[in-house]
């Protein structure tokens, strides 16, 4: 497939559709021209068929749903580049919205979370983190599904009360720990977190479709109010990126990738994440590509995507750099350190001079291999910059081929309610006969206590076994 041309020097610079899975990066200053950068390159995807999803995390990027003008500015750059009759057309979207305010509302399970990346939202230490695996442990046992919220609030409270019982099998529960993660949800809830767990989930298939025109859809994630809780917006990307490496299948060497996953403001993922997490992180970039799936991390400095991350993004997009300080002028060196040389180009000095649309350059040749650095126009978009009026976006979530299916919230039987009903069958039973003495020292079972291990014998039953959980301890599939 001819490349995807992005940018022009003396020639034209562009992503070979082939090695788009190698994944990127797109980086540069405030205000140095990134966000239409990502608008190009997602315009160049959708073109030969590829779906995108990207967070809007500026509000602005809609604009890409509606044909172009040529403003002044545009009119100028087309000057420049001598690209002769520039078309002007949108590109198919679909919205989506945490909140459901926006787009489409995005959900998942607790239970498809799982408990590495929900103990990094709670802001969980080792120990804690350590208690909500084994209560996730008990739950899968027990086939008690974790859906939302108030399902995880009461298997705390189950496990809790009962800590002792599962003492043997799971390790120590403390209650110390189980109320540190109880404050955790509370935080997460009053940060609008619950808006985020419940059904119907989303369907990873519903990211991955095409129009009937084969021009893949750009899934456009509105993350502006998202963003006023980064850890959310971080963990919720990381979570769709896991759920992308679990459930699709080997691709091999594609032709064009199976999906583009931009992931802005990037630094938010690796802020304070712990080793373990960012070790499956790296896993993950590694491993996605052979799904045919290419990640673009897009953030100010290069310096805030760890090296053996950094190392795996072939394809590059350096906008301007600002050296200013000692720690500015670091990662100007890190910037130009990555690039293949071009004798002709003085990439450290290069890089803190371009202008507003302008970039260094370098993608992958047919071998896979970075091409020389080069300075760069970067192409204008196609379509709108900028974002359109709230009734063309309420039209196009109308219109939108998965419109009105998310909107309903279901409230199916889970933990909450399968516990609720435990209790109170519990309740009603008539008080047994007083049971033989126990010997000195040793007290005999409650009758909670005799049905929790009832239920923890069966937990080898082939439902139980199923239940498998992936790489960041998300459910691999769903029951």
């Not at 003396?10 to 992503?15: F, M």
């Not at 390159?41 to 995390?57: K, N, T």
């Not at 939302?148 to 496990?159: I, S, T």
């Not at 009758?447 to 009832?454: C, G, L, P």
């Amino acid at each position: 497939m001819e490349p995807l041309v992005v940018a022009k020097s003396d020639r034209e610079l562009g992503i070979l559709p082939g090695m788009a899975n190698r994944h990127g990066l797109v980086a540069g200053a405030t205000g140095t021209g990134k966000t239409v950068t990502l608008q190009v390159l997602a315009e160049r995807f959708s073109a030969i068929g590829v779906p995108v999803f990207m967070a809007d995390v500026k509000g602005d990027l809609s604009g890409i749903s509606q044909p172009g003008t040529p403003k002044p500015k545009i009119e100028e750059r087309i000057r420049t580049l001598k690209l002769g009759e520039y078309g002007f057309h949108g590109s198919p979207v679909a919205f989506w919205d945490v909140f459901g305010e926006q787009g489409h509302p995005v959900r998942t399970t607790i239970s498809e979370m799982g408990p590495l990346l929900l103990g990094r939202l709670l802001n969980l230490n080792e120990t804690q983190s350590g208690v909500l695996t084994a209560v996730f442990k008990i739950a899968d046992d027990q086939s008690l599904m974790l859906l939302d919220l108030k399902d995880l609030r009461a298997m705390l409270n189950h496990v809790g009360q009962n800590a002792a019982t599962f003492k043997t099998e799971y390790g120590n529960i403390s209650s110390a720990s189980v109320g540190a993660i109880q404050r955790g949800l509370l935080a997460l809830e009053q940060e609008g977190g619950a808006k985020f767990f419940g059904e119907p989930a989303l369907d990873l298939d519903d990211l991955l479709q095409t129009d009937r025109e084969g021009r893949g859809i750009v899934n456009i994630l509105a993350a502006d109010k998202l963003l006023l809780s980064p850890k959310v917006y971080a963990t919720f990307l990381l979570w769709m990126l896991s759920e992308l490496y679990e459930r699709l299948p080997e691709a091999g060497d594609p032709e064009k990738p199976r999906l583009v996953f931009f992931f802005d403001e990037a630094h938010l993922l690796f802020d304070d994440a712990p080793k373990p997490l960012l070790e499956k992180v790296e896993q993950v970039v590694r491993l996605i590509r052979s799904k045919g799936v290419g990640v673009y991390f897009i953030t100010q400095n290069p310096l805030d995507v760890p090296d053996v991350i950094l190392g795996q993004l072939g394809n590059r997009v350096q906008h301007a750099l600002r050296a200013f300080t000692p720690r500015d002028q670091k990662a100007v060196d890190a910037a130009a350190g990555t690039f293949r040389q071009n004798p002709a180009l003085n990439v450290e000095k290069v890089i803190t001079e371009l202008g507003v649309g302008e970039a260094l350059v370098s993608f992958l040749n047919e071998k896979g291999a970075p091409t020389v650095v080069e300075r760069a126009l970067v192409l204008p978009p196609h379509s709108q910059i900028g974002p359109i009026s709230p009734d063309q976006h309420r039209a196009l979530v109308a219109d939108s081929l998965v419109g009105g299916h998310y909107e309903q919230v279901v409230d199916r039987e889970s933990a909450y309610e399968l516990l609720l009903a435990r209790s109170a069958k519990l309740a009603s039973v008539p008080p047994p006969q007083a049971p033989p003495r126990a010997p000195a020292g040793r007290r005999s079972d409650t009758m909670f206590e005799a049905t929790a291990k009832s239920v923890l014998r069966s937990a080898g039953s082939a439902l139980a076994r199923e239940l498998v959980r992936g790489m960041f301890g998300t459910l691999s599939r769903r029951r």
